[in-house]
């Protein structure tokens, strides 16, 4: 799960975005696949410029930091994670399938690491203020089995990469075009849908427990990413809209139902009761 999920109320991190986001779940299967958050209308604000201008402004600088420095963490964290569950895999394809996954997200790391030593920002301080409540998340929400794990992977990514893809629309062209190449989709998606979809149709008892758990992952989520953002001036302000074109609570809420729609129907997909 990378560092930062979808906060459950718009002071937390609403984001009204430069053009509304497309529909989200074409392929719910596909964690990457989440539209083009990028409207064919003209941007405005700092998502019409790049990065050498937007950036002359201090406290847009700060939230980019901050936002870069927890998507590394977030992609670190990832890494870490896939290679814990291949432990879990029970076949050896299994464990192949998801170290290629762990590599895929360790190179989305390097890129962003590499971006915050581009402007002059050490990589490691940038990702400090996210990795407690990443950590904690992990730790609370440790899976006691393999596909505990592939749901897990599944709903935070999944939400994850919807949330960024929406925050994605108010950034500058530079640091927008680095965001959406690094969320996309290692085929993690795919793969959890078949692995858990099977596992059910041989033992419907198991779609239960994996509802609950998705639902209490969510929470958990929610809970840790209200707290982050709360602490990160710079960062909440760009997410309520107060460095673009103001702050807009409708499309703010339009935000949300467009997440939440996308994460039914990869609930739906998985074959569990959102």
Not at 53 to 60: D, G, K, L, R, W
Not at 67 to 94: N, Q, T, V
Not at 181 to 210: C, M, Q, S, Y
Request: charged share 25%; aromatic share 6%; proline share 3%.
């Amino acid at each position: 799960m990378r560092c930062m999920e979808t906060p459950d109320n718009a002071n937390a991190a609403g984001t009204e975005a430069a053009a509304p986001a497309a529909d989200t779940t074409e392929n719910a299967g596909n964690t990457g696949t989440t539209g083009n958050t990028e409207s064919a209308a003209e941007p405005t604000g700092i998502a019409a410029q790049d990065w050498a201008t937007a950036s002359a402004e201090p406290q847009y600088r700060a939230a980019v930091v901050d936002l870069l420095g927890a998507l590394a963490y977030g992609e670190l964290a990832a890494f870490e994670r896939l290679a814990d569950d291949a432990k879990l895999a029970p076949s050896l394809a299994d464990k192949a399938e998801l170290a290629k996954m762990a590599s895929a997200e360790f190179h989305h790391f390097e890129r962003l690491r590499d971006r915050l030593a581009e402007i002059d920002t050490e990589p490691t301080a940038a990702m400090e203020p996210f990795a407690k409540a990443l950590d904690d998340f992990h730790h609370q929400t440790a899976p006691s089995d393999w596909l505990e794990g592939l749901v897990k992977a599944y709903v935070g990514d999944s939400i994850a990469s919807d949330f960024y893809r929406e925050v994605a629309a108010r950034l500058d062209s530079d640091t927008r075009g680095l965001v959406l190449a690094v969320l996309d989709d290692t085929g993690h998606g795919n793969f959890a849908v078949e692995k858990v979809r099977a596992a059910i149709d041989a033992d419907p008892r198991l779609g239960g427990r994996l509802a609950l758990w998705a639902r209490r992952l969510m929470g958990e989520a929610l809970s840790q990413a209200q707290r982050v953002v709360a602490e990160r001036d710079a960062l909440s302000t760009m997410l309520v809209g107060g460095m673009a074109d103001g702050f807009d609570l409708a499309a703010v809420g339009e935000m949300f139902a467009r997440i939440t729609k996308a994460h039914t129907k990869r609930m739906a997909a998985l074959g569990l009761a959102a």
